[in-house]
């Protein structure tokens, strides 16, 4: 079976349109010239489900796109609305709170964006991205490959990889080079039972010198009022080709971290993009981790712990959930989390629906604090030259214990996000 690539519709339509919810547009036919004078109108559709601080994103018709340069939103009431806008000409704001069936309307016209309160900021120090909120760090980026531990054998040395990860008020949910697992490394994404052209190198499993994840760029990064984040190129690189490595795949990451939730939770986006890097398939066969990974704080090493939950209610007393030969425990979302300084705090990782597999199978290590989505775990698949891998999920940090109603309403927020009408 192979993934779901640009040769699928709906995969076209993911991979055009990465880090961004699902639109509804209805754009009325405007000419230019009245377009700038009268502005557009944007309404927001809850839809079926309660809103709140929920990143809304839209694209002004062709005809009202040079507004975009110079947007000013205001609500009903006459109140400036902070927006911003991406690499992509789309808009995004937050939408504060509104509830199931209801709607919204906000005015665009020319003139100076409303600015945040605070500002979200993505700084590259070096070979790393440090991303705040409120001046509060949510997360950094390591690009270049970071500082062995002492002891620690070359091979395991790397870059490309999200850690640490905070809660609002500063805990530290993400772990990297854990003695008992030297290759994790906070959120990261290599794939581990493969077979390229004959060969099987082992792109997450470091310390088998088989295969290895290089940074390869960091192409971009953003700030403003609503969102920053960053675009950067991995490549991940079959190290048992003879007579030098050769790249399998080249992967692109791009993550939004939106000034949403204030003191409650950070959320952040990310969009996992792999391509062939030859003429060759990356085969994977079935295997149960591998794709994307969390490694959580060292202090919930060890059953008692660390706590996991799922949307399908599965916690780490499931011993055959967390078993590698029990049957793959699929869920929209998945959380880990425990005490951080005597108090609890967590992480979630939000699964979207348009992924290949969804909801896709997931890893809980019974000891360790590890999650992760696997779509191997669901039998033999493959990456195929010109068709593309694309793989979203959305993160939520906390802290105090998980609240599943709560991560239900998140995950509706960004699987099935309010539709958005601009006239």
């Given at each position: ?324 030969d029990g049957p793959p425990a699929r869920a929209r979302w998945c959380y880990m989390g425990g005490k951080v300084g005597g108090e609890a705090c967590g992480i979630a990782m939000l699964d979207h629906p348009d992924n290949f597999r969804a909801p896709q199978p997931l890893r809980l290590h019974p000891t360790e604090p590890f999650i992760g989505y696997c779509a191997s775990k ?46």
């Open positions: 079976m192979t993934a779901r690539t640009s040769d699928d519709p709906l995969a076209r339509r993911v991979a055009s349109s990465l880090l961004v919810p699902a639109l509804l547009l209805a754009a009325a036919s405007l000419p230019a010239a009245d377009a700038d004078k009268r502005g557009c109108t944007i309404t927001v559709s809850a839809g079926e489900f309660d809103r709140k601080d929920t990143p809304v994103s839209f694209v002004l018709p062709d005809a009202a796109a040079d507004l975009a340069k110079t947007a000013a939103i205001t609500d009903e009431a006459g109140a400036a609305v902070p927006c911003q806008q991406d690499a992509r000409k789309q808009i995004w704001i937050i939408l504060p709170e509104l509830k199931a069936g209801q709607s919204r309307t906000y005015r665009l016209s020319s003139g100076k964006a409303a600015e945040a309160p605070a500002t979200v900021e993505a700084v590259k120090d070096g070979g790393v991205v440090k991303i705040t909120v409120d001046k509060k760090e949510v997360l950094h980026y390591q690009g270049e490959k970071t500082e062995l531990p002492k002891g620690y054998e070359p091979q395991y040395q790397r870059g490309g990889y999200i850690h640490p990860v905070f809660t609002p008020s500063g805990k530290l949910v993400t772990d990297d080079y854990p003695p008992n697992h030297k290759h994790h490394h906070g959120i990261w994404t290599p794939w581990t039972k493969t077979e390229f052209e004959g060969r099987h190198p082992d792109f997450w499993n470091m310390g088998a010198k088989t295969g290895t994840v290089e940074f390869v760029a960091l192409d971009d990064t953003w700030s403003g009022g609503v969102f920053a984040g960053f675009k950067a190129r991995h490549k991940q690189v079959d190290l048992s080709a003879k007579p030098e490595p050769k790249t399998a795949l080249n992967e692109t990451w791009e993550v939004m971290v939106f000034r949403a939730g204030g003191k409650k939770y950070n959320v952040f986006d990310l969009t996992v993009t792999q391509e062939c890097a030859a003429a060759s398939p990356l085969v994977l066969p079935l295997y149960h981790y591998g794709g994307t990974g969390i490694r959580g704080n060292r202090s919930w090493d060890g059953k008692a712990n660390c706590e996991y939950l799922t949307s399908e209610g599965v916690s780490r007393a499931d011993t055959k959930a967390t078993s590698p669901l039998g033999d698949w493959k990456i195929e030259p010109g068709k593309p891998y694309v793989a979203r999920y959305r993160f939520i940090v906390a802290d105090g214990p998980p609240d599943k109603a709560e991560l239900d309403r998140q995950w509706n927020d960004f699987a099935k996000p309010p539709q958005v009408t601009v006239k």
